[in-house]
């Protein structure tokens, strides 16, 4: 097919190259053609150069998201291989510190074999073992001091503090802190506390028995009413180591029978029976007299006795004896806590009626005299 | 059940031990007619039958030691109160009290002598120089958290 055929065919304009054949219409369309020609063939080449522009772009755009998915890629791979890297260091360390660990333990522990080969030595020998430095072989655990190994025995015998734990463990003061280790490995230790035992036994069973016996015998010497005592020809105040002298009469032993088998199982627990104030004037302390003078002038009236002079002071301080005594032998015992020189300590409390009115007397368990006056609510 | 309470002063005065009595000892009366002097001697050089003219001398004589007592008349407190003169030149005053109103003693002597250094004990002989007194008293400071 030629080019004009096929121009006219599909050309809309084809309608004027049949109806005007002049040559100045040729040239015209010719030009026209051209002009067509070149319009119709421009247009595609521009679009298609937007559009080859617009491709670019894309590739470009497409470019940039494959190179930073790579990139991210490359991050992460970067990221899991320093976290493996870390995982493997952390290892290493964890198994760094237990070899260590192991290492250190199982060094103490040959030190220990060593250090009692060479004592067992120095003992066969006949020499005194010096030990050499340790290790400091404390391990802290959760705030709690362990031993990694064991305390030698000569850690042992210089550090032992002297106390045993109910358990039986005994208490070993090492480098500032206490340990407990059985008390059998504290050298003679088991041996004192078997002696011990053995001795408290031996105490219970024996001498209890007879010191109760003493006791009472003093007791009976003591426990009169202060009325008879008053009325007695000996005077109102015995002392304990005169009591040989109370026994005179019949009738006050019988009476002394009768108040031992009262009194006994009190008596047994306080086992100093000096009541009052029990040294004569004359031999008494400064500090002694200090004392009865205090409790004399603080009480001595309201327990009905003489004003104070000290020229009288021994006949005074029978009297006041003979009084506190009938409050203590008449009273009711309990036990109570008081405030003694700075500290709380318990002591022996009694409170007696007499003449509708209530009296108390204090001492310490060991029997030494604190207080006794007029009870005021 | 009555308690001592005893209270520090450093200043060994006629004034203050008069101030004291006027203050504490209202209804009370001397536990002695006669004092010897020096305090506990056994063979006194001096027998003092007023207790005024017995202080005065002590606070002339200011290492002479002495404790004087006066019992209320009345049944109330302070049942007893006495002034101790110490061989170092202090006084201690002395109060005793139910154990139940301890306390409030306790306040008011404080309060009269302007001074914090008093405490309260179980019937306890007096102490006789400030060192012993101090020994007490931080005692009853320690065992007051008890």
Sequence with gaps: MSSGSYIRSIHPLHFLTSKRKSATTHIGMAILLAVLATLSLSWPQEALTQSYKSNAA?????????????????????????????????????????????????????????????????????????????????????????????????????????????????????????????????????????????RKIRWTAQLQEGVNKKIKAIATATTLPATKRLSGPKGPDCEPKDSPKCRESGEESQLQDKQKSQKSELLVQIPYLAIGHPTPWDRMTKEEKKAFQHSYSRHGKELGLPSWKGANADELRQKFNTVVKHIRDNGKHSYSYQLDKGEKVKVNYFTASMNGRSYYYYETLSGRFISAGLMRD | ??????????????????????????????????YEYPWLAENPSQIFTNVFELMK??????????????????????????????????????????????????????????????????????????????????????????
Aim: hydrophobic fraction near 30%; glycine fraction near 4%; proline fraction near 3%.
């Design chain 2, 1 to 34: 059940m009555s308690v001592d309470i005893y209270a520090f002063c450093n200043r060994r005065e006629f004034d203050i031990v008069n101030d004291f009595l006027r203050h504490f000892a209202v209804s009370h009366s001397e536990n002695q007619s006669e």
């Design chain 1, 58 to 198: 894309n590739d470009s755009w497409m470019r940039q998201q494959q190179d930073q998915q790579r990139q991210q890629m490359h991050q992460q791979q970067q990221a899991k291989q320093r976290e493996l890297i870390r995982q493997q260091q952390q290892k290493f360390s964890n198994d760094n510190k237990q070899k260590v660990i192991r290492d250190q333990q199982q060094k103490a522990a040959n030190d220990n074999k060593q250090s009692e080969t060479a004592r067992q030595k120095a003992r066969s020998q006949g020499a005194t073992y010096q030990g050499t430095n340790k290790p400091t072989s404390i391990v802290i655990s959760n705030g709690i001091a362990r031993m990694a190994r064991p305390l030698t025995a000569g850690e042992i015998q210089r550090g032992f503090t002297g106390k045993v734990t109910a358990d039986g463990r005994a208490l070993i003061k090492f480098q500032n802190r206490i340990f407990t280790v059985p008390a059998s490995r504290v050298s003679g230790l088991s041996a004192r506390l078997a002696a011990d035992k053995q």
């Design chain 2, 57 to 146: 001398e002590l606070c002339k004589c200011k290492i002479q030691p002495y404790t004087i007592y006066w019992t209320n008349d009345r049944e109330v407190e302070p049942y007893c109160v006495w002034i101790v003169f110490t061989q170092d030149e202090n006084i201690f005053f002395g109060l005793g009290v139910n154990e139940n109103n301890v306390q409030y003693w306790l306040n008011r002597i404080k309060r009269f002598l302007g001074t914090d250094y008093a405490y309260w004990s179980l019937e306890d002989p007096p102490p006789l120089i400030k060192e012993e007194f101090f020994s007490r008293f931080h005692s009853f400071k320690l065992s007051e958290g008890i």
